[in-house]
């Protein structure tokens, strides 16, 4: 297998004119692996790569799940984030939130997300949206994805999102974190849902329990990375995605169920 550095694939973007996601994909193109991504290459082998590379993922939310799913994402080579969020970090959110540092304290957390992908993955094009989701606005922001994460923290906004994925049939990836607990779940266009789950009638007042029951940090790492792992196999065509079905983790316990929603 050939391979490339990073400096020589700096070196084809400046030479040719093209930007550094043009360059890894003219490179993969004519079977040469940039070396950053060679580890990936034995799982999702030179297609599922350029697949990855030519995608475009947005994620809702850039805190404790979203930062976790922003950072995992860039490494993996994903070609365009978008990232949407209008919070900035607060003290309460160092805990858990990876992008988030002491010295990025009611600073935007779309701005510090897109500085931090720059550091980790230039090639990556970001669009960073400082914006309130609402259903007025989220068709717009979402519309060019190949697919959509929740990295949300009330179920108001899910709905939202989950309907505008549902009419624009671009799937969503649902996951959401309380405590020592978290469920994930991935809605295909037409697939059951987020109300299949809550039901219609379902509290949308305010923020998630996490607010009350805590957010660890483990927990949102997890239910971050299986959200990625879950964008990767509906991009790359490798896996089978857990649809129609919601997966409930229970840290606490050990505990893994799975309840069908057919």
């Given at each position: 297998?050939?391979?490339?550095?990073?400096?020589?694939?700096?070196?084809?973007?400046?030479?040719?004119?093209?930007?550094?996601?043009?360059?890894?994909?003219?490179?993969?193109?004519?079977?040469?692996?940039?070396?950053?991504?060679?580890?990936?290459?034995?799982?999702?082998?030179?297609?599922?790569?350029?697949?990855?590379?030519?995608?475009?993922?947005?994620?809702?939310?850039?805190?404790?799940?979203?930062?976790?799913?922003?950072?995992?994402?860039?490494?993996?080579?994903?070609?365009?984030?978008?990232?949407?969020?209008?919070?900035?970090?607060?003290?309460?959110?160092?805990?858990r939130?990876?992008?988030?540092?002491?010295?990025?304290?009611?600073?935007?957390?779309?701005?510090?997300?897109?500085?931090?992908?720059?550091?980790?993955?230039?090639?990556?094009?970001?669009?960073?949206?400082?914006?309130?989701?609402?259903?007025?606005?989220?068709?717009?922001?979402?519309?060019?994805?190949?697919?959509?994460?929740?990295?949300?923290?009330n179920?108001?906004?899910?709905?939202?999102?989950?309907?505008?994925?549902?009419?624009?049939?671009?799937?969503?990836?649902?996951?959401?974190?309380?405590?020592?607990?978290?469920?994930?779940?991935?809605?295909?266009?037409?697939?059951?849902?987020?109300?299949?789950?809550?039901?219609?009638?379902?509290?949308?007042?305010?923020?998630?329990?996490?607010?009350?029951?805590?957010?660890?940090?483990?927990?949102?790492?997890?239910?971050?990375?299986?959200?990625?792992?879950?964008?990767?196999?509906?991009?790359?065509?490798?896996?089978?995605?857990?649809?129609n079905?919601?997966?409930?983790?229970?840290?606490?316990?050990?505990?893994?169920?799975?309840?069908?929603?057919?």
């Amino acid at each position: 297998m050939r391979v490339i550095d990073l400096q020589s694939v700096r070196l084809i973007s400046s030479k040719k004119k093209v930007t550094r996601r043009e360059a890894e994909t003219f490179c993969l193109e004519n079977n040469v692996v940039p070396i950053r991504y060679l580890r990936n290459i034995g799982t999702i082998g030179i297609e599922g790569q350029l697949k990855l590379l030519r995608s475009t993922v947005a994620v809702c939310g850039a805190g404790g799940l979203g930062g976790t799913i922003i950072e995992l994402l860039a490494r993996q080579g994903i070609g365009h984030l978008v990232i949407i969020d209008n919070d900035k970090f607060a003290e309460n959110n160092l805990n858990r939130q990876i992008i988030a540092t002491e010295s990025d304290l009611r600073k935007s957390k779309v701005k510090i997300a897109a500085a931090r992908v720059k550091k980790i993955n230039s090639a990556v094009v970001i669009s960073a949206v400082n914006k309130t989701i609402n259903s007025k606005n989220i068709k717009e922001i979402i519309m060019d994805a190949s697919v959509v994460l929740d990295g949300l923290d009330n179920l108001k906004t899910r709905r939202i999102v989950a309907r505008a994925c549902d009419e624009l049939e671009i799937p969503f990836v649902h996951g959401a974190i309380a405590g020592f607990s978290g469920e994930l779940m991935t809605i295909f266009p037409g697939d059951k849902g987020l109300n299949d789950i809550w039901g219609l009638s379902a509290d949308e007042n305010g923020c998630g329990i996490e607010t009350y029951t805590g957010n660890p940090a483990a927990t949102a790492a997890v239910i971050a990375a299986w959200e990625v792992q879950e964008a990767i196999k509906i991009i790359t065509g490798i896996g089978t995605p857990v649809r129609n079905r919601l997966i409930f983790l229970d840290f606490a316990e050990g505990t893994f169920d799975e309840i069908s929603l057919l």
